[in-house]
């Protein structure tokens, strides 16, 4: 587009698919330049399975008469049907409780296991760990190709190979059917991410389980952590309280605290359609 080989002045139909997601990348001022150059009379669709104030700034901006549709609810919440165990641990305490905990959850060595870690590295080594322990186990995350990353994909989703170590380049978007568990090697960067993994299971209506390991290292999130164990009814392991549990006014990456207040004016009326979880 900058270049000149792209116009999008008659663009009349304009996706934002993953909209926070781009935001806590970065991308608002790319965003904000394309629709720009989009048709003023455009219909607008925007998609995003959290709610923040940055996303709200945009359906403000961006969207005329807009029709709210939500599913379930506003606020960040994991699902019901998803039980979640967390064990506040020590770093080197991770991989041995790792393989304890598959010998429990993986003891047929056939149904589906997704582990998320944080980093490309970690990744590939947790993914060689298991598999110098006997496990069948692949990867996906960003030092892969693409080629490499749909068929250890394919081989994760046909049960081929049932342990799957990744980052969060699969916390959102993949629909793998019947993933029994989800572990959280490594706690995310944000609490939104962590809903994000654990939705990868508790899918179509069957229930599933993620257990997460949460080090001190992750203090900044354990307020967050502990309101959506809450709010779903989970238990709160008794270690989380030795965390400050403020739960923090986020910052946005550009102009830092802010809420729909200091925007100046109100959020435009949206006619609201609500559906159950």
């Known amino acids: 587009m900058n270049d000149g080989y ?7 139909y304009l996706v934002l698919d993953e909209a926070d997601r781009m935001l806590d990348q970065g991308f608002e001022r790319d965003i904000r330049r394309i629709i720009s150059e989009t048709h003023p009379q455009r219909q607008t669709a925007l998609f995003s ?5 940055s996303v709200r700034e945009l359906a403000h901006e961006f969207l005329n008469g807009p029709i709210k549709v939500t599913i379930g609810s506003d606020d960040l919440a994991a699902g019901t049907r ?3 165990i967390v064990e506040v641990i020590d770093d080197m ?3 041995p409780q790792l393989n304890k905990l598959l010998k429990e959850y993986h003891a047929s060595r056939k149904n589906r296991i997704l582990i998320f870690v944080l980093y490309k590295k970690e990744a590939a ?4 760990s298991l598999q110098n322990k006997g496990w069948n186990a692949t990867s996906i995350h960003g030092d892969k ?5 749909s068929e250890a994909l394919e081989k994760f989703r046909s049960s081929e190979i049932p342990l799957l170590v990744a980052t969060d380049v699969a916390a959102r978007g993949l629909d793998i059917p019947d993933v029994d568990y989800v572990i959280n090697y490594s706690f995310p960067l944000t609490i939104e991410d962590y809903v994000h993994r654990i939705g990868r299971t508790g899918r179509a209506g069957k229930t599933g389980t993620a257990y997460t390991f949460f080090q001190a290292g992750d203090k900044a999130r354990a307020g967050e952590l502990v309101k959506v164990l809450k709010d779903a009814n989970q238990t709160v392991p008794k270690e989380m309280d030795t965390f ?5 006014k986020k910052e946005h990456k550009l102009y830092g605290s802010f809420g729909p207040k200091d925007y100046g004016q109100p959020m435009k009326k949206a ?3 609500t559906f159950d979880d």
Do not use: F, G, H, M
Not at 6 to 12: I, M, P, R, T
Not at 125 to 128: A, D, G, L, N, V
Not at 145 to 149: I, L, N, P, S
Not at 244 to 248: A, F, M, R, S, V
């Open 49 to 53: 399975a959290t709610w923040p104030d």
């Open 6 to 12: 792209c116009n999008l002045s008659d663009v009349s």
């Open 125 to 128: 080594r947790i993914e060689s």
């Open 82 to 84: 998803i039980t979640q």
């Open 145 to 149: 190709c693409q080629k490499d990353r």
């Open 244 to 248: 400050d549990l403020n739960i923090k």
């Open 271 to 273: 006619s609201k359609i």
């Open 93 to 95: 305490a991770r991989l």
